[in-house]
Nanobody, 126 residues
Framework: QVQLVESGGGLVQPGGSLKLSCRAS????????IAWFRQAPGKEREGVSC????????NLAISGKGRFAISTDFGKRTMYLEMNSLEPEDTAVYYC???????????????????WGQGTQVTVSA
């Protein structure tokens, strides 16, 4: 039973930081490409950061202009998204995702990920 559950969202002031968590169960996390996406009202789901499943994979930031960083703790079966210098435009529902594809995750889209969490709300406001 594959499950991904996000946590750590909330209300933060502009310029502040948050660290989101995604707890995985039902599969071996290090055998999957992992990613964080976000979706704001009226906008398409947008990739934030990802790590490819290959042994030579790298932490690839595909949005956030260097302010976000993805990481993993395989022992805790958890992936993280560290967010710094947050702006009101970062307000969205943030989702974690996992996929079995072998292509570099930087060229994957949300449709390539088979497993998804239900999202955690991040609101950046003064």
């Amino acid at each position: 039973q594959v499950q991904l559950v996000e946590s750590g969202g909330g209300l933060v002031q502009p310029g502040g930081s948050l660290k989101l968590s995604c707890r995985a169960s039902g599969f071996t996390l290090n055998d999957y490409a992992i990613a964080w996406f976000r979706q704001a009202p009226g906008k398409e789901r947008e990739g934030v950061s990802c790590i490819s499943k290959r042994a030579d994979s790298a932490n690839l930031a595909i949005s956030g202009k260097g302010r976000f960083a993805i990481s993993t703790d395989f022992g805790k079966r958890t992936m993280y998204l560290e967010m710094n210098s947050l702006e009101p435009e970062d307000t969205a529902v943030y989702y974690c995702a996992a996929g079995t594809f072998t292509m570099p995750c930087r060229i994957a889209t949300h449709r390539d990920y088979a497993s998804w969490g239900q999202g955690t709300q991040v609101t950046v406001s003064a």
